[in-house]
Each structure stands twice: as C-alpha cells, then as structure tokens.
C-alpha cells in the first residue's frame, strides 16, 4: 500500500466494512467542513459521490474518523489536525534554518509565531534567501524533504562568470559530486549569468556545488518555488499561511504514486 494512504495505527475495522469507522471518532463530514471543504452538507454529497477515502478506502456516508486516520479527497491527502499550520517564509540571508542556534545567531523558527509550535520543512544554506515552509504536520514534512516524492524546487542562482553551453549541458544531464552523480537539472537563462535552477532531490548545499563544479561557483542563491508554491510578492523576513488551495496543491503534489518510493 502507497505510504500516503495507510493507516498510521494499522487498526482494521471487520473486513469488508469499508472504511475505517470508530465509534469514539468524529464524524467524516464535520472533520472535512473543519477543514475547509464547505458546509457539512456539502461534505456529505463529497462523501456520498465516492470522493472521499479513509485509509485508502471509499469512505461511508456517517462514518466516523481519529485523528490518526488518513482522508484524502478527490485523491489527495488533507491534514485532518485541528491545530494544523502551515507557513510559508521568506527568508533573509543571514538566518539559521533551525529552531535553536548555539551561536545566537536569527532563526527561522523566530521570524513565526510561537504557537502552535512549527518546525522547518528541511533546509537553506546560512546565505540562501527565499522560501521555505514551517509546519507542525509531521507527515506532510517528511513527504515534502524526502526526495522519493519528487517535489521540485526552483532556485534563482547568481553565478560568477556566464555559463556555456557545455556548462548548461552538465547541469541538465547531472553533475559528479563527491557524494554522486545528481539528477538532472532543468536550467533556464533568465540574464548572463543568472540562471533559474530546479532540482528535486536535497543534498546539502547542492546547488552550490552543482554550479562551482561547473566552473561557475554562486554568488547569490533564492529559492523561488517549492512544487507548487510561490510568492514573489512577500518581502525578506515577510511570512504568511498557506491557503487552502496551496494545502491541497501541497498535499497532492506528495500523495503522487512514485515507483521508488519506500512503502
Ligand atoms: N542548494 C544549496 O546549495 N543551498 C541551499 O540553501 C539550497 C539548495
């Protein structure tokens, strides 16, 4: 079964029974109206179309779901957690990607609110600015920074020098690293010697040394784009929560069966 839509206690109801109902749970239609679907009764026609699963089964009109249970709608995973929280960062050079730093230096965690507690959706460089996602969503974290699930990430990059031809062509076939051969790259010339950059996989400082092993080392890096979210209208330092239509893009860009995924 997909990790995306098995159940995280593994408890089954009777077989056959369909989807998971636990009379100590909460109802199907309130939790999806709580989570932005509409009115409970539009909840009920989703669920009575067919569209909405529990653990990977076609959910029943009056069930009843835990918190634990995974629904997705129309194919796509939601985050069912009340205190759920999602945000998107920019961040300024100069700020640690982590909760707490030794040196006292700014953190991520600092530039968000306090409550309810959100960690960072994995990591930019000390002098890499732009966008990052803080969440509480521990699954929704660990789809998006495990390279299986193939979530793009786009980089504005200022290298010294002006790439060749030859050089564009490395990028986009992979580089040899001294931890491997990377992916390829999809590599656009936005202006001589600015390059937009996406990768999906996330080794420390990849980007970096993609470029510096192309003879063109980076003078300047800006996440632009994490799958299908961006924002280029907010300011360095500047925060916002996602919206529900980024959740749902977000939830499904990782609920995307992929052949190599760890199940
Ligand atoms: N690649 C890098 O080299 N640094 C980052 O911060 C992100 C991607």
């Not at 593994?10 to 749970?25: F, I, K, R, T, Y």
Request: charged residues 25%.
């Amino acid at each position: 079964m997909p990790e995306a839509l098995a159940t995280v206690d593994g408890v089954s109801d009777q077989p056959g029974d369909g989807a998971a109902d636990h009379p100590d749970g909460e109802r199907l239609q309130k939790v999806l109206a709580r989570t932005g679907f509409g009115s409970r009764r539009a909840c009920e026609e989703l669920i009575a179309d067919g569209r909405v699963l529990v653990n990977g089964e076609v959910a029943q009109l009056g069930a009843r779901v835990r918190p634990d249970d995974e629904v997705a709608v129309d194919g796509a995973v939601i985050s069912t957690k009340v205190d759920g929280v999602t945000y998107l960062l920019n961040k300024p050079a100069g700020v640690v990607t982590t909760a707490n730093d030794t040196h006292d230096r700014p953190t991520v965690v600092s530039l968000v609110p306090d409550e309810p507690r959100v960690f960072p959706v994995g990591r930019l460089d000390l002098d890499t600015e732009g966008l990052l996602l803080l969440t509480n969503d521990g699954a929704l974290a660990h789809r998006l920074s495990h390279p299986s699930f193939g979530v793009e990430k786009e980089y504005l990059v200022h290298v010294r020098g002006r790439p060749s031809r030859s050089a564009l062509r490395r990028l986009r076939e992979g580089v040899e690293l001294d931890d491997g051969l990377t992916a390829p790259a999809k590599v656009s010339v936005m202006a001589p010697g600015l390059l937009r950059l996406t990768i999906h996989e996330g080794r420390n400082r990849q980007v970096r040394r993609m470029c510096e092993a192309v003879g063109h080392p980076v003078l300047r890096l800006a996440r632009s784009r994490i799958g299908p979210i961006a924002d280029s209208r907010l300011a360095p330092g500047e925060w916002r929560p996602l919206d529900r239509s980024e959740l749902l893009a977000l939830q499904s860009a990782v609920s995307e069966v992929s052949p190599d995924r760890p199940s």
